[in-house]
């Protein structure tokens, strides 16, 4: 029924009050031109004439009907995305776009990413160019009054890494001087000493001939040396190794006989210093393992001394080769023994398998050298890697054709100065996000005891009467206000990662689905709405007890749309309010599982003076340097 307009309802009541009156005229309206007519006054059922006395009412004014306002527009328009679907990773340059608007009053415009698009037939088709990593597809759709509407389709571009292949040059590591002096010093502390002394022990007699008339025996019974010194030079191709032993002193006893008369001596075989020069190098085998080892060693004596009395000068001469050729033979096997675990633990130290825990869930990082190489500023190694993760039991794998890949030109070259460096390229970041993904390990479902579980903040424990503070339209339409809600938060897309800035990461998360649903104690949930949620957020990147972390710094960007609201449409108000509770605390959780992992170690390296940047040389890549 419609309502009358009020100047109506008050012609209509003088009108009546003047009838009851018995026959006064109701005052004109002013502005009327219709005339009222006649009223008669009827009982009904009683069949009362009107008296004869009753005089005739004069005519008078009457006001015309006016017509209701027509209600204003207030419908936001329709609109419904027919490609792509959500979620899409595509390696194509151009995604196309086709969706249908909708609105009673007729659409005015229709923006796609801020550029107006024609529209025939309710429907805009367009062929949109994709960058690398996250794009957003976003829809305006604006019809004569105002009332505008937006959905946003997010498409993940670029190239793409297979999940069950390694990722190519994921870490570039370089061992600088400092590092090779490390391992100088923790070889020279073991050159020479005790246990050359207990080689030379157990290799006695260290000379013997019996044969003839005269005969010779040497055996040693104990050995020292000074203080032994040992350098590695980097240089193209390997390591030039330099050795000195000073003050040798072998202790000896020599026995034999001169004809029929036997002898025997203590006897001191010395040298004022031993030199050592060799060519250390390091390769890659088909097994994916660092081998090193020692080329060209070459033992020199300075002021070597031996003597023994009572015996023909031959004799004496081969036993004085003979038991040079041993300590020059010891001596070498010795620095071999010593240099080469060493300079394999400090290269390949950083390629043993790395574990992280996640939630409960172990993930694997399988680490191959790819390639190795000398310098003169020292050594640069690149390492291939892949990820495993045990799969919680009945999670969905999503589908995807693997993770973002970004082709590597170069990797980081030598630097002077730092000690070392560790470059992590974002190609490694994004698999291992992938891989996070992938598991399930990014998807939420956040109620009070998941709260608790996770240690969250106690506002990320939602219920009916929060919904309608954030919600105001949904009031009423709840129930029991303190109905608990879950928030349920699925990755439809694996994040990535770029760099950014001098320290700067930025972290992209598409297609991400937030879900309010209503759990009320024995009886059946209600979805409240589906809200698709596209966040752009700056990281800043550090290490922490040898482990790479990142955290948000600023405020994130997002977009957000409702694509399901069964009981009421949200208000794009509220929405952003719900952002405002949610978005930065679960952003922060997600970063923790994403970049909370441990660094690839070298042994004998403690880094002291970390820096992290990244590397304005090698586009991608994540740089730590360090001093010893």
């Known amino acids: 029924m419609k309502q009358l ?37 009827e009982t009904r059922g009683a069949g009362i004439a009107p008296a004869a006395s009753q005089t005739t009412a004069a005519p008078a004014s009457a006001t015309p009907a006016v017509a209701a306002a027509p209600l204003p527009d207030t419908q936001s328009p329709e609109i419904e995305v027919l490609e792509p679907a959500r979620g899409v990773a595509t390696p194509n340059g151009t995604v196309r776009l086709v969706a249908r608007v909708r609105d009673a009053s007729g659409i005015d415009t229709v923006l796609l990413n801020g550029t107006p ?35 946003v389709v997010p498409v993940l571009g670029g190239d ?24 100088s010093r923790a070889v020279s502390e073991k050159l020479g000493g005790r246990d050359l002394e207990r080689d030379l022990l157990r290799r006695n007699p260290l000379f013997k001939d019996s044969e003839g008339l005269t005969k010779l025996e040497v055996n040693a019974t104990g050995f020292e040396n000074g203080r032994a010194s040992v350098s590695l030079t980097p240089q193209n191709g390997g390591l030039a190794v330099s050795a000195r032993v000073p003050n040798i002193r072998l ?39 660092v081998q090193t080892s020692l080329q060209n060693v070459d033992v020199s004596f300075e002021g070597f001394d031996f003597d023994v009395k009572w015996v023909p000068s031959f004799l004496e001469r081969l036993a ?19 240099l080469t675990p060493k300079l394999q633990e400090a290269i390949a130290g950083a390629i043993k398998p790395i574990r992280r825990s996640i939630l409960g869930h172990t993930i694997r990082f399988d680490v191959r050298p790819g390639e190795l190489s000398f310098d003169p500023q020292g050594l640069g190694m690149t390492l ?7 799969v919680p039991a009945g999670t969905r794998i999503p589908q995807s054709p693997g993770s973002l890949y970004v082709p590597v030109t170069r990797a980081p070259q030598a630097q002077t100065g730092p000690s070392f460096e560790l470059s992590a390229h974002t190609n490694l970041l994004n698999r291992i996000a992938h891989t996070v993904w992938q598991g399930g390990l990014v998807n939420l479902a956040l109620d009070e005891a998941a709260v608790d579980e996770l240690k969250l903040p106690p506002a990320l424990k939602l219920d009916a009467f929060m919904l309608t503070v954030i919600f105001p339209e949904l009031t009423g339409k709840l129930g029991d206000t303190t109905t ?34 209503l759990t009320p104690p ?42 399901e609201h069964p009981i009421v449409p949200l208000s794009s108000i509220g929405m952003q309010n719900l952002l405002d509770v949610v978005l930065p605390e679960v952003l922060k959780h997600q970063t923790r599982l994403m970049t909370g992992f441990p660094l690839p170690t070298v042994p004998l390296v403690t880094p002291k003076q970390v820096e992290l940047k990244n590397d304005p040389r090698s586009p991608g890549y994540l740089d730590l340097s360090g001093n010893l």
């Open 384 to 390: 291939d890697m892949n990820l495993g993760v045990e």
């Open 320 to 338: 004085r080769n003979k038991v040079r050729n041993t300590l020059e033979q010891r001596l070498s096997a010795q620095l071999g023994a010593e």
């Open 160 to 183: 793409f890494l297979p999940a069950d292949q390694r990722v190519p040059q994921a870490l570039a590591v370089r061992l600088n001087k400092d590092v090779f002096a490390e391992v």
């Open 117 to 151: 698009v024609p529209v025939r037939n309710d429907q805009i088709e367009a062929n949109v160019p994709l960058d690398a990593g996250l794009n957003l597809l976003e829809v305006v759709a604006i019809d004569g009054a105002g009332n505008q509407e937006q959905a």
């Open 5 to 41: 307009a009020p100047v109506t309802l008050l012609a209509f009541a003088l009108t009546v009050a003047g009838c009851r009156e018995g026959g006064s005229k109701a005052p004109p309206t002013r502005g009327s031109t219709l005339a009222a007519a006649s009223v008669t006054s």
């Open 251 to 289: 202790q000896s006893k020599v026995k034999g006989k001169a004809g029929f008369i036997p002898f025997g001596a203590t006897v001191t075989i010395s040298a004022s210093q031993v030199r050592l020069s060799a060519r250390a190098v390091a390769s890659v085998d088909r097994a994916g393992k």
């Open 484 to 517: 608990p809600v879950r928030l349920e938060v699925d990755l439809g897309l694996p994040p990535v990662f770029s760099t950014t800035g001098r320290q700067g990461l930025e972290l992209s998360a598409g297609d991400v689905t937030l879900s309010l649903i």
């Open 522 to 563: 024995g009886a059946p949930e209600q979805l409240v709405a589906r809200l698709g949620i596209q966040v752009e957020a700056t990281l800043e990147a550090e290490i922490r007890e040898q482990r790479f972390r990142a955290q948000v710094v600023g405020m994130p960007t997002a977009k957000i749309d409702a694509f």
